[in-house]
């Protein structure tokens, strides 16, 4: 159980196009997910919190307007980095709360395998 | 931002040996959770633990979270290869379970 995807897995595209990353819990309904964004050797940097059905909270110094955010259902959050620039290559994380786990596992984040951004 | 001290940075330890990190904080958490990522993939978790001075195993793998609710420890017993990876603790506190994490403890084992 707790099984989270990615898609893609890896994307290479060049300076300016938009990219879209999707996330989906697989075996159970997550309300909340979590995009991340690691660096080489470096640990996890939480960009946004993404609540289905409303409005992502971004983390202090991320764009909102270059990282948009959609939780449109209980299993599905969508990344979408717009005009990327080689300086958004990273590896890109997405995680999920199973919230009908109870009120103290909830607390768990399951993590997708990530995706990795490259941008020419 | 990051408030965890996560210690050591990094092990070279033999095939055998016993592994232990731990993690420290300036804030007081109500979840530890450790978490092993190998290279290219997500985190994995590994233990979760709930309240202060719970100790809990899976395998050989130990944690306890602290009784102060500021810290918590990772031991690997009699470590092999496939235990290879990053080893990173992290703490929550907030109702959206929003996690901080700390820097990481990158493992090695020789055989």
């Known amino acids: 159980g707790a099984v989270v995807s990615q898609h893609p897995s890896w994307v290479i595209c060049k300076s300016g196009t938009s990219v879209k990353i999707e996330c989906r819990s697989l075996?159970?309904?997550?309300?909340?997910m979590f995009w991340y964004r690691q660096f080489p050797k470096q640990s996890l940097m939480l960009m946004a919190t993404?609540?289905?059905?409303?409005?992502?909270?971004?983390e202090q110094g991320v764009e909102k307007d270059k990282f948009l955010i959609n939780h449109a259902s209980l299993t599905l959050s969508t990344l979408t980095v717009t005009s990327a620039h080689p300086e958004d290559s990273s590896f890109y994380i997405c995680?999920?709360?199973?919230?009908?786990?109870?009120?103290?596992?909830?607390?768990?984040?399951?993590f997708g395998p990530g995706t990795r951004l490259t941008v020419l | 931002g990051q408030q965890l001290n996560q210690s050591p940075q990094s092990m070279f330890i033999q095939e055998g040996e016993d592994v232990s990190m731990n993690c420290t904080s300036s804030?007081?958490?109500?979840?530890w959770l450790w978490y092993k990522q190998e290279p290219g993939e997500g985190p994995v978790l590994l233990i979760a633990?709930?309240?202060?001075?719970e100790l809990t195993s899976n395998g050989r793998l130990t944690a306890q979270f602290g009784i102060t609710r500021k810290d918590s420890f990772l031991n690997i017993s009699a470590s092999i290869p496939s235990d290879v990876g990053i080893y990173f603790c992290?703490?929550?506190?907030?109702?959206?379970?929003?996690?901080?994490f700390g820097a990481g403890t990158q493992v090695v084992v020789t055989p």
């Open positions: 075996d159970f309904q997550a309300t909340t």
């Open positions: 804030s007081i958490f109500n979840t």
């Open positions: 993404s609540n289905e059905g409303s409005k992502a909270t971004y």
């Open positions: 992290a703490g929550s506190t907030d109702s959206w379970g929003k996690l901080q």
């Open positions: 995680s999920a709360r199973d919230w009908a786990s109870g009120s103290i596992r909830s607390n768990e984040q399951f």
């Open positions: 633990l709930y309240k202060a001075g």
